[in-house]
């Protein structure tokens, strides 16, 4: 059946809501982690050099979910017949590979430190604060892009945003690190960069596996699903669907079904009945397209 428009589909406005806010974290990203480097090194912190590490880490991200939103909106084209959704699912999998990068290389860090405890310096307290102002700036952020994310329905942009959570958790463990640590407990400092860094791969772990099952054609949720059949069997004229097959194409879903009406109807009247199944389908769900086959019952 032809394409109809869909209203899911990348819009200007979408994009340019997923731009301003990718740009937001970008700057944030960037002061952040220069105070974090800079206080770090001269405290003598290793958790917050490691948030900094983090924090650079989102700056990465930023700069693929920026690329990965500008070629997702590109038209389909000969090569790309079913456009280019995918390039968010793929940079969404990129950014899960970095956090469980960044996050093992702070576990062997930490691992270092603390196998020789007596070299470990007490910090000094100006790495607190810088530790407490990260945490209100990443926590910030988070809910502004997953504000954003939920308004325009981005799976991209969610990840970025639970990304900068995974930050204001991890600044939130630095700050107790490096509170310990200026209490006379100087274990606490590289034990912090040790959790961030289980939490960082953690996080990217999670990341990573979502995006490599929508790569590999994974189908969508149970719910989704039944609102499908749903609004397909509420549909004057089909008497049954059988083969409902569904897919993920970046934060959109492709289905196929089977669709049962009247064998006695004629092709115009069974067309239009699959026209109006496909249309109730695609007004309200991110359907990217309803492929459907006619069988006579």
Do not use: C
Not at 6 to 25: F, G, L, M, Y
Not at 118 to 131: D, E, G, K, Q
Request: aromatic residues 6%; without cysteine.
């Amino acid at each position: 059946m032809s394409p109809l428009p869909n209203s899911h589909i990348e819009t200007p406005d979408r994009q340019a809501a997923a731009r301003r806010s990718t740009w937001v974290s970008v700057w944030v990203n960037l002061v952040l982690t220069a105070a974090q480097l800079v206080v770090g090194l001269f405290a003598h912190s290793q958790a917050l050099v490691a948030d900094a590490i983090h924090s650079l880490s989102d700056l990465v991200s930023d700069g693929i979910v920026l690329i990965a939103n500008k070629h997702s909106a590109k038209a389909p084209d000969a090569d790309h017949p079913y456009g280019h959704l995918r390039f968010e699912t793929a940079a969404t999998l990129a950014i899960g590979v970095i956090l469980i990068a960044v996050g093992l290389g702070m576990l062997w860090g930490s691992f270092e430190r603390l196998q020789n405890p007596s070299l470990i310096p007490t910090v000094h307290s100006v790495a607190l604060y810088t530790a407490l102002f990260a945490l209100l700036a990443k926590e910030g952020l988070f809910r502004y892009l997953l504000q954003v994310a939920h308004r325009v329905r981005s799976t991209l942009l969610v990840a970025n945003a639970w990304h900068a959570r995974s930050d204001a958790a991890s600044s939130l463990v630095v700050a107790l690190g490096v509170g310990a640590n200026l209490a006379g407990l100087p274990l606490a400092d590289p034990l912090a960069a040790l959790v961030v860094g289980l939490m960082i791969a953690r996080m990217g772990w999670k990341f990573s596996w979502q995006a490599f099952n929508d790569l590999v054609d994974r189908a969508a949720d149970d719910d989704t699903e039944r609102a499908i059949r749903e609004r397909i069997l509420g549909t004057p004229g089909v008497r049954g669907i059988h083969d409902l097959r569904t897919r993920k194409m970046g934060d959109m879903i492709w289905v196929e079904v089977d669709i049962e009406m009247d064998g006695r109807l004629t092709i115009e009247a069974g067309h239009a009945i699959a026209v109006e199944a496909r249309q109730r389908v695609m007004s309200d769900l991110p359907v990217l397209d309803v492929m459907t086959h006619f069988d006579p019952v």
